[in-house]
């Protein structure tokens, strides 16, 4: 949600935070704005829509500026219009604000009997009114800390004020920020990939910090005012991982870089490829510790639940150990039981979705051990568990989630390796074999990327249906339904996934002529189950969309209008395979239908508030 940027420097600061802003976009992509501090005073321009808009309104921004703070917002209080559009000001204070200040409505009338006068919907201008009010005898920092001391909610804040030039005081609590020191210059901003091009070495600020940033370098401080060391981290991503690098988006680039993203996934987390004995090290874990373990609990939001299904398919099978899965906005409001001896494990790309971080808490304070399966490093997810395991995926830009999803899916099947060895599930040869065939999925998946031009023309006949149904069983299932989230994400198709042997017990209903249906069905033990259910939609008129594998291409063409193969490989590793002509599908649907795939509509990337 929202994504902020500050810059303090030698450098002139706009282009600095437009372009910090265009890599931000993915959080939230309604409206923008920009505050510039130019001699004494600070300029403000907003605008209504993407950050192109805001980049064109300032064609005619003369003014020089070393000092700014920037915005894009994804809209939660008030309509996306340029009152409603960050920095907000009062008088010669400015802000960029992520999160939501939950007793904005009692401030706010508090406010306005004291004579400030509001000009938007948001809950952010209560904050830039409450600095404004403590700054009359009061540093900037200090009228900050004050500030924050009246609101509650989550914030994440960048601010200005016209008396101290070349000064950003930032602050976080359930809202990510981050500090990026470079040469006489210093960054704040939501994500990392804002400053990735300027500088790698960063600072994570924890929830109830500050920063106070000048050219000469950053100040951590409690709200307390107390000075705090903090760590400075080298990232080892480049600017270019974070860049279309020659394709037309960043989704359709990230599912190109799937076959690097799980290798990357794979790689160093084998003590031996011979025995395939896993490095319980790199999950943060011990092998007395799995041992003992009688339950797994998997929370996630979205794609990264679907991940969560997948690993409860596949650890119960390996390790032989119940698993339950849930939704993390479900999970944490429905007085979970978290028995003693179990694990709790936190999906998450971004490390930061609101609900999951809750779950994960709530799991804490009940004294159970927590691991973190997440990709972005130094993220609060990852920070806060007990373990963490990061996926390495590089940075995923495109909104709708592709190879994150993928290398969770891989980190879920070692973790089931790890844990079969460790319960005594599996021994040495079965685990090998395990460990053997996952080896093989960067090469299958290459392969699999052949088929792009082929499922480009599926995707041209079938792009004009209103709705699509999406069926799996088994380790296929949370496949299906990742198909659907993706295609309803960027193409804005109704689709549906569901568990094809379910399909008899309502969904059927909506079988009429020329109804697409994609089924991922590979030729395994269920494949004669879900071939039932084929003739069954095909008696009724619905188009088939058959996914298989390669060897069973003939009798797919049989009992379907399309086939899209995939290579033949074991079932267990099948799901990591077939997602990729998922996301295909839905992807270039999205084109042909003029979608904005990599921002979709109402969309935002990481999801920080309830
Ligand atoms: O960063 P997370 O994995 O915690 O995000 C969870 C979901 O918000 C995310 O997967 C969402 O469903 C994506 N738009 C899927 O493409």
């Not at 401080?221 to 037309?248: C, F, H």
């Not at 031996?272 to 510790?289: A, C, K, M, P, V």
């Not at 053997?436 to 392969?447: C, F, G, I, S, Y």
Request: hydrophobic residues 40%; aromatic residues 6%.
């Amino acid at each position: 949600m929202c994504g902020i940027i500050g810059y303090t420097g030698g450098e002139e600061a706009v282009p600095i935070i437009i372009d910090g802003l265009k890599r931000l976009e993915y959080r939230g992509y309604d409206s923008a704005g920009i505050a510039c501090q130019c001699d004494a005073k600070v300029e403000v321009r907003r605008c209504k829509g993407k950050i192109s808009e805001l980049d064109s309104q300032l064609s005619d921004f003369s003014g020089s500026s070393s000092t700014a703070i920037g915005h894009t917002r994804w809209a939660t209080h008030g309509k996306p219009s340029e009152e409603n559009a960050h920095p907000h000001r009062s008088d010669g204070i400015v802000i960029v604000h992520n999160g939501i200040i939950e007793n904005y409505i009692e401030l706010k009338q508090q406010l306005e009997g004291e004579g400030y006068v509001f000009t938007s919907e948001t809950d952010t201008e209560v904050i830039c009114h409450l600095i404004k009010k403590h700054s009359e005898d009061k540093s900037l920092t200090e009228a900050l800390m004050e500030a924050i001391r009246s609101v509650r909610g989550a914030y994440a804040i960048a601010a200005m004020s016209e008396k101290e030039p070349g000064r950003i005081v930032a602050a976080r609590k359930d809202s990510p920020l981050v500090a990026g020191i470079g040469d006489g210059e210093c960054f704040v901003a939501s994500d990392i990939p804002a400053f990735l091009a300027h500088t790698r070495k960063v600072v994570f600020m924890e929830d109830g910090e500050m920063a106070v940033l000048s050219p000469e370098g950053i100040e951590f401080l409690s709200l307390e005012g107390k000075p705090i060391q903090k760590e400075t981290v080298t990232i080892d991503w480049n600017a270019a991982m974070a860049e279309k690098g020659g394709y037309r988006h960043f989704m359709l680039k990230e599912i190109f870089e799937q076959p690097r993203s799980v290798a990357d996934t794979i790689t160093g987390r084998l003590l031996s490829h011979r025995t395939g004995e896993i490095n319980l090290e790199e999950f943060g874990l011990e092998d007395q510790q799995l041992r003992t373990l009688e339950k797994v609990t998997i929370v996630a939001c979205g794609t990264s639940w679907h991940a969560g299904l997948f690993g409860k398919y596949i650890i119960e099978r390996f390790a032989r150990i119940p698993v339950e899965v849930d939704i993390a906005s479900e999970f944490r409001y429905r007085g979970p039981i978290l028995q003693d001896n179990s694990l709790f494990v936190s999906i998450t790309q971004s490390g930061e979705t609101a609900d999951t971080l809750a779950a994960q808490r709530l799991a804490q304070a009940q004294g159970t051990k927590t691991l973190s399966i997440c990709n972005v490093v130094g993220s609060t997810a990852s920070r806060e568990a007990d373990a963490v395991f990061f996926t390495r995926s590089g940075p995923e830009i495109g909104v709708a989630s592709t190879k994150a999803f993928t290398a969770q899916i891989v980190a879920l099947y070692l973790f089931s390796v790890a844990l079969g060895r460790a319960k005594g599930a599996l021994d040495e040869d079965g685990a090998r074999d395990l460990i053997n065939d996952l080896l093989t999925v960067a090469d299958l998946m290459e392969q699999t990327l052949l088929s792009d031009p082929e499922i480009k023309g599926i995707a041209k006949e079938l792009h004009k249906n209103k709705a699509f149904l999406f069926l799996g069983r088994s380790l296929q299932f949370p496949i299906a339904l990742e198909g659907a989230l993706k295609l309803k994400e960027i193409s804005y198709i109704h689709a549906e996934g569901y568990a094809a042997g379910e399909m008899k017990h309502g969904p059927i209903a909506l079988i009429d002529d020329g109804y697409p249906v994609v089924v991922c069905a590979p030729k395994d033990d269920l494949y004669e189950k879900v071939v039932s259910n084929i003739q069954e939609i095909r008696s009724r008129g619905g188009t088939i969309i058959l996914i298989t594998n390669e060897s069973n291409k003939a009798h797919a063409a049989g009992i379907s209008d399309y086939v899209i193969t995939v290579p033949d490989c074991p079932t267990h590793i099948m799901p990591i395979i077939t997602a990729v002509p998922m996301q295909l599908l839905s992807y270039h649907i999205g084109v042909f239908l003029g979608c904005d795939v990599d921002q979709p509509r109402n969309l935002a990337k990481s999801v920080t508030v309830e």
